[in-house]
């Protein structure tokens, strides 16, 4: 199973970006699927999360700006920002638990990150 986030880039403030966490492999069935962000000097932080069933949940400082859709035809989630700030610049890192194919139990697998920079 692979997860390949991707998505980032350098954006004004003010501006969207959308990132994506695409999961591949021989998957029976992906459960929650979240994303993370380690800002420059900082350690890594929990930004969203979004359950099988389309419950999302986000931390305080992004909850009025970003939404985590999902779209499980493709085992894919998304990160929709807007008006972003210089603060939001990190590595942003996608998880998802994932039951593969042949597997009994669900396990946690971690994308490599993609960079988003805001600029002022």
């Known amino acids: 199973v692979q997860l390949q986030a991707s998505g980032g880039g350098l954006v004004q403030?003010?501006?969207s970006l959308r990132l994506s966490c695409a999961a591949s492999g021989s998957i029976r069935s992906i459960n929650s699927m979240g994303w993370y962000r380690q800002a420059p000097g900082k350690q890594r932080e929990w930004v969203a999360v979004?359950?099988?069933?389309?419950s999302t949940n986000s931390a305080g400082s992004v909850k009025a700006r970003f939404t985590i859709p999902r779209d499980d035809a493709k085992n894919t989630a998304y990160l929709q920002m807007i008006s972003l700030k210089p603060e939001d610049t990190a590595v942003y890192y996608c998880n998802a638990d994932i039951l593969m194919v042949g597997a009994r139990?669900?396990?946690e697998y971690w994308g490599l990150g993609t960079l988003v920079t805001v600029s002022s």
């Open 13 to 15: 403030a003010g501006g």
């Open 50 to 54: 979004i359950t099988r069933g389309g």
């Open 105 to 107: 139990v669900y396990r």
